[in-house]
């Protein structure tokens, strides 16, 4: 697999301001994002999301550490490097006053990219925005202003898009919307990373998922193998009589008689790979054992759950 950006002990510590601390906003941070895949970075505020990408994208100095991407070392050529960069900014800092094509046709001059009148109207209706193509941004809804700064990050025709929280704050519909584009911009071969705290989305979009606390990243890996590894599935099953004591037959399974034996509980355990086939096999047992149930109630963790449960470890721990 091609690297595409490569982070090596990356640390940022902003200086404290008069009476406050300095901040460690990253602290030694090791990162690798392979050509053409969806990379979420997850964190709870303050994490160091914006802080890693501000210092990609050349808005923040790093203290330290080494920043490649497309084979390029950052601090040699910056310039041919953030020229195949797009980023969509958490903050909004648009002229309110500009009208949609002029400020998305203005990025791509930025870049020093020569004007292509086609290619925005593509990324326009791409986006939905070719009709409000001669609107000001300010007579735009939030969630159009959003797109309009896709739009613009998109203008370049960058490989590595930064997407920093791109659906906060925006309905769910125009959150579908902007997965679909994601999708698109995929199958043309950009490479994504965004970051999020609707753990829905990483769940939705991503290949792999990085997860960021206090400056540190706490893991990193493929999306299915983090659901595999830490997620877990656990089943209730209401019995119709309660039962004294476990059949030896489930002695394998990781299962609890609870509720004064009215319930027979299943927790796959993290990284047990127990999961939903061992709970339909339990049902047949327990039909063989003739015991009786009148429900199952079940439930898998989600990246949510996992992601949860990670920060709190951590924050237990530091
Ligand atoms: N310019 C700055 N000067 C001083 N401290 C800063 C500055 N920018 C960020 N920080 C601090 O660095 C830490 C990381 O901030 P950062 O904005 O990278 O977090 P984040 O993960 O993007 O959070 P959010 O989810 O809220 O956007 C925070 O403690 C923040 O207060
Ligand atoms: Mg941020």
């Known amino acids: 697999m091609e690297t595409i950006l490569d982070i090596r002990g990356l640390t940022k510590t902003y200086p404290g301001r008069g009476s406050a601390p300095p901040v460690d906003a990253l602290k030694n941070v090791d990162l690798t994002i392979r050509k053409g895949e969806i990379f979420a970075l997850l964190g709870p505020n ?11 994208c050349g808005m923040v100095r790093p203290t330290s550490g080494s920043i490649h991407a497309f084979g390029l070392d950052m601090k040699h050529d ?13 903050e909004m800092s648009v002229d ?88 698109k911009l995929r199958e043309q071969g950009v490479t994504v990373i965004l970051t999020t705290h609707y753990i829905e989305e990483a769940e939705e979009m991503a290949d792999r998922v990085g ?76 039909v063989r054992e003739n015991i009786g149930y009148t429900a199952i109630d079940q439930r898998e963790s989600s990246l949510e759950d996992i992601f949860v449960k990670l920060v709190e470890e951590e924050g237990a721990t530091s």
């Open 211 to 286: 997860v960021i606390n206090k400056g540190r990243i706490l893991l990193v890996d493929d999306k299915d193998a983090i659901m595999g590894r830490l997620g877990r599935t656990e089943a209730e099953f209401t019995l119709s009589q309660p039962l004294a004591s476990l059949p030896a037959s489930l002695s394998d399974l990781p299962v609890t008689l609870e509720n004064d034996g009215r319930t027979i509980a299943f927790r796959g355990g993290d990284g047990s790979g127990l999961g939903k086939e061992q709970v339909a096999a339990l049902a047949q047992t327990l």
């Open 78 to 90: 910056w310039r041919t490097m953030r020229a195949r960069i797009g980023l969509v900014p958490q």
């Open 46 to 56: 303050g994490a160091g999301k914006t802080t890693l990408i501000g210092a990609v």
């Open 96 to 183: 309110i006053f500009e009208k949609v094509h002029r400020s998305v046709a203005y990025s791509r001059g930025l870049f020093g990219r020569k004007a292509d009148p086609a290619r925005i109207e593509e990324v326009l209706r791409t986006l939905s925005l070719w009709d409000k193509r001669d609107s000001q941004l300010r007579a735009l809804s939030g969630g159009m202003k959003r797109r309009v700064l896709i739009a613009k990050a998109l203008a370049h025709d960058p490989d590595l898009l930064f997407l920093d929280e791109p659906t906060a704050g925006v309905d769910v519909e125009l959150r579908r919307d902007m997965w679909n584009t994601i999708d």
